[in-house]
């Protein structure tokens, strides 16, 4: 369930499949693959089509800067998303520009198409959630440890009187491993630990962000043998 077409050609390419699960690896479980069908149109000299007998697969002339084009428009496309929003009508396929390098060993330019590629339109500017991950955490435990009836009224007033967050309120935890949402136009159910898991992460790349990651040191220092120029450079 994933296909690729090159100057309306379909090919497979390992190139465009690594490029989709690094543009996938924040969004995706471990163990799921995308689906897709993307377009690629580029200058027909920057591909070589005669690289497989059954003209299944094709050489690219620059194949990193391929590779990036692809990565960069399906992670910008993917990161717009949130849920509820509506989706755009996909558009047809974008055209990549691609210019010999002056040398063979020059790192290549990052491309800077006019429309984000790959089938998707260009996603609106990302905006911040309406509660933060700790709110929202915290809103799930009071509404946990009340019963389902405060659960119900409480649903109702946020509805009315502020913008609920994007995966509602929590009603109901099923078998110690599902939370049960409800939103306005309908229910979410929640793995509780790849959440925890998510949260988790999201705080750590937060952190990152602020260059303020917290450590623990090993409560028995592990001893590592190492030269005096490693030791060195550790320092």
Request: net charge neutral.
């Amino acid at each position: 369930m994933q296909f690729f077409f090159v100057n309306r050609r379909l090919i497979r390419d390992k190139l465009v499949s690594h490029a989709v699960k690094q543009a996938y690896q924040d969004v995706l479980f471990h163990g799921r693959h995308a689906v897709f069908v993307l377009y690629l149109t580029l200058d027909p000299a920057q591909v070589d089509v005669n690289a497989h007998p059954a003209k299944l697969e094709v050489r690219f002339r620059d194949s990193r800067l391929v590779h990036d084009f692809l990565y960069k428009a399906l992670h910008r496309a993917l990161a717009g998303i949130r849920p509820g929003q509506p989706q755009a009508v996909p558009e047809p396929a974008s055209v990549i520009e691609v210019s010999p390098r002056p040398e063979a060993d020059q790192n290549p330019a990052p491309a800077s198409p006019a429309t984000s590629g790959a089938g998707y339109s260009r996603p609106p500017q990302q905006t911040a959630l309406p509660l933060s991950v700790e709110e929202q955490i915290s809103s799930y435990a009071r509404l946990q440890a009340q019963p389902a009836t405060e659960n119900r009224r409480q649903f109702e007033v946020d509805t009315a009187d502020a913008a609920i967050p994007p995966l509602g309120y929590a009603v109901a935890h099923l078998h110690n491993i599902y939370i049960l949402a409800e939103t306005a136009n309908g229910i979410i159910l929640v793995d509780a630990h790849a959440a925890h898991e998510r949260v988790t992460y999201e705080r750590l790349k937060k952190q990152l962000a602020e260059g303020a990651i917290q450590s623990q040191p090993l409560l028995v220092p592990l001893r590592v043998a190492v030269t005096t120029l490693e030791a060195e450079l550790a320092e």
